[in-house]
């Protein structure tokens, strides 16, 4: 595959980024990588693990000579963090990004392009519920998808060339509209990660007694459901936050489902439950064959924590 780039610039220096800078070490498809983030302990740590070459906590110096940025940073910080480097952008830079939330990030960072036939929204879907630069590992994105969500205005040149990044890493690349990818990802991640958050704060809410038993007997359905639930709190505050449209409608749809089971069970209707059970199966089954399930990888650096 014919990609390669002299100098990668980081914005955020944690599990995605990290993973993807590693990945394209690994390959040798990269010059040099720059690393910036908010705390100079971070930069020194990515530095040290081998992710980035070099690091700063100034984040245009950060992407000066840079041919492609890529933004990792919380939803919420990318528009301040794109005002703070869009004066060291070289001219032909290409700006990218990797957050599940995709409209929004569109309306932080456009205003703050000087030319956005360079920028090329993106998503790879993937990760752990594992964050920062200790987290990272080089084959995350292996047999993994990659969405894409160019503007009108991007220049297919631009997204071809980060199409070709991504597919360089091991992902399988699609393309679709913002609103689109936010309402896709509304079911298929973020309420997921909603109702886990909610399991485990019900676990909090019990009585002591109660909760050191939920914690002696977990059985596998909830430690691998709630998995989820160590997610990092601040990106995902972010993503609720800035994915509140999809996110509502797909919670009421939710909710409504989850009151019909309710119904169900009350009133003993097996036949109703046995339906539901039973093509909800062919759909996990469904995802299992798209190459969709979670598996844990051997390189994942935090494999053997909980």
Not at 38 to 66: M, P, Q, S
Request: with cysteine; charged share 20%; aromatic share 6%.
């Amino acid at each position: 595959m014919d990609f390669h780039v002299d100098r990668l610039a980081l914005i955020g220096t944690g599990l995605i980024n990290g993973s993807l800078a590693l990945a394209l070490k690994k390959r040798g498809l990269v010059g040099e990588v720059v690393g910036a983030a908010r705390r100079e302990a971070t930069v020194a740590r990515a530095v040290e693990l081998g992710i980035c070459d070099r690091g700063t906590t100034d984040l245009a110096a950060a992407v000066e000579g840079a041919d492609i940025v890529v933004i990792g940073t919380p939803s919420g910080a990318a528009g301040r963090v794109a005002e703070a480097f869009a004066p060291g952008l070289a001219p032909k830079a290409i700006v990218t990004d990797v957050g599940s939330v995709k409209a929004s990030i569109v309306t932080q960072v456009a205003p703050h392009l000087p030319d956005l036939t360079r920028f090329v929204p993106g998503h790879p879907v993937a990760g752990t519920e594992h964050s920062g630069p200790d987290a990272a590992f080089a084959t995350l994105f292996e047999h993994r998808r990659c969405i894409l969500t160019p503007l009108p205005e991007t220049d297919p040149l631009a997204t071809a060339r980060v199409r070709l990044m991504w597919q360089a890493v091991g992902s399988a690349v699609d393309e679709m509209t913002p609103e689109h990818h936010d309402r896709v990802l509304a079911i298929t991640s973020h309420l997921p990660h909603l109702i886990a958050y909610t399991i485990v704060g019900t676990v909090d809410d019990l009585e002591e007694q109660a909760q050191s038993e939920v914690f002696k007997y977990a059985a596998g359905g909830f430690t691998d459901f709630t998995r989820i639930a160590a997610s990092d709190p601040v990106m995902w505050r972010d993503i609720f936050l800035n994915n509140k449209p999809a996110v509502l409608e797909m919670l009421g749809r939710f909710t409504e489902d989850l009151i019909a089971l309710q119904r169900a069970i009350r009133w003993d209707q097996g036949e109703t439950l046995e339906d539901i059970f039973t093509r909800t199966r062919a759909i996990r089954r469904g995802v299992v064959a798209a190459g969709q399930a979670y598996v844990r990888q051997p390189e994942d650096p935090l494999a053997t924590k909980p």
